[in-house]
């Protein structure tokens, strides 16, 4: 690679390494690299031009929606001062230096994207395996590295009932794995590669380890948006099918889904707990916005849980209509650039990806943890890389 590819490997490599590589303990904090480096990053606008497009802007308003709905919050006596309600705010400004790379890629070859994905796709299989496989005894240690020692997920993890793989819980680690599913599924119906085919298993097998249900279910909605969007004949479509349908049936017998099967059963008859404890946030959540609905009360970490198992009702209840707008905004104008740029590997990952969160939502959190926004921003940069190409191709520049 050149330099400017090395350049922007290192970036993307910052980046993404929120997603695979456990974060560091500072005190009370939990941070990222991705958080760490990210001035390191803003150096290379500076040497190459600052050039952005609208998400910079759009990751900029949410950033400060945050400020602002704790402020008017404080401002009007609805929650008591904690700078963690401000802090809250840095998880979407620390993406604007990486949003701040397109001079960089414009100078870039976009096969630098791919050769990311084989790195982050390779480490994230070696620890799901120690995890799997409690390989040479590290399943321990990898599982406390990445998850707070009063994490609740621990002991479930360790006695192999719900790998949390390098996510912050069970359920961050199956989306994770499922933005590679994706990836690798594109690249095994582009190329045919049957090494992707592999991959497949194995991460379908990853997925299920984690016993995360809405991650299953978006996974497969998912996946066959994919197969939608591709430009395979539509017998090899059907016979893709067939292999998922193998997939998913030879996973079985390596996973116990015991606590899937049951969890939805227990949905029907309303005796989850789980579901039920998520429908008391939807009704406090729908309490709050009622008293503020305009800029909701923002995180409240001194007053209300932080922890709200449905990115819908946090966004509600913490940002009220303001927040509704800027994400909604933001996620429409991930499935249209998505779909924009449908013709390219990038563009068809970005908008089956932002389909899976869309249902993710309802019970997780895609955008508002440090982790699973980090893939859509790559996803983004990956998809100006790629329609900077086209123009250039059709221009002749």
């Known amino acids: 690679m050149n330099k400017n590819n090395v350049y922007l490997f290192i970036c993307l490599f910052v980046l993404t390494t929120s997603i695979f590589f456990p974060p560091l303990k500072l005190g009370s904090y939990t941070l990222y690299l991705t ?9 290379f606008p500076f040497l190459y031009g600052l050039k952005v497009n609208k998400f910079f802007f759009i990751t900029l308003l949410i950033g400060g929606g945050v400020l602002f709905s704790s402020a008017f919050s404080f401002s009007f006596g609805l929650t ?24 960089l890629i414009d100078r870039t070859d976009v096969e630098v994207f791919n050769k990311l994905m084989r790195v982050v796709i390779f480490l994230f299989v070696v620890v799901f395996v120690i995890q799997f496989f409690n390989f040479l005894n590290l399943k321990e240690f990898f599982l406390k590295i990445y ?20 996510g912050s819980d069970p359920n961050i680690g199956a989306g994770i794995a499922v933005f590679l599913i994706i990836y690798c599924l594109d690249k095994f119906l582009s190329t045919d590669r049957k090494l992707y085919l592999l991959i497949l298993g194995i991460l379908f097998v990853a997925i299920l380890s984690t016993q995360s249900r809405t991650a299953l279910l978006a996974s497969i909605i998912s996946m066959l948006i ?56 939807l009704n406090q959540g729908l309490l709050l916005f009622y008293d503020s609905p305009y800029f909701g009360y923002g995180p409240a970490k001194n007053e209300f849980n932080s922890i709200i198992d449905s990115e819908y009702v946090l966004i509600i209840q913490r940002y009220g209509l303001l927040g509704v707008f800027l994400f909604f905004y933001f996620i429409l104008s991930l499935l249209y650039y998505g779909y924009k740029a449908k013709n390219y590997s990038s563009g068809r990952v970005l908008l089956s990806y932002t389909i899976f969160t869309l249902i993710f939502m309802i019970t997780n959190n895609a955008y508002s943890g440090y982790q699973l926004m980090s893939i859509s921003i790559f996803l983004i940069l990956w998809v100006y890389s790629d329609l900077r190409k086209n123009f250039i191709l059709r221009v002749g520049v």
């Open 35 to 43: 958080t760490i480096f990210s001035l390191f990053v803003l150096l």
């Open 80 to 103: 008591s001062y904690n700078i963690s309600n401000f802090v809250e705010a840095i998880k979407y400004l620390q993406f604007l230096p990486y949003l701040m790379l397109l001079s």
């Open 147 to 166: 998850l707070n020692n009063d994490s609740s997920h621990f002991e479930k993890a360790f006695s192999g009932w719900r790998l949390t793989l390098t």
């Open 226 to 281: 994919i197969l939608m969007v591709s430009k395979i004949k539509f017998l090899n479509k059907i016979i893709t099918c067939f292999i998922f349908y193998l997939l998913f049936f030879g996973s079985l017998y390596f996973v116990d889904i015991d606590y899937i099967i049951a969890g939805y059963e227990l949905s029907l008859t309303g005796d989850n707990e789980s579901a039920n404890v998520r429908v008391d946030n």
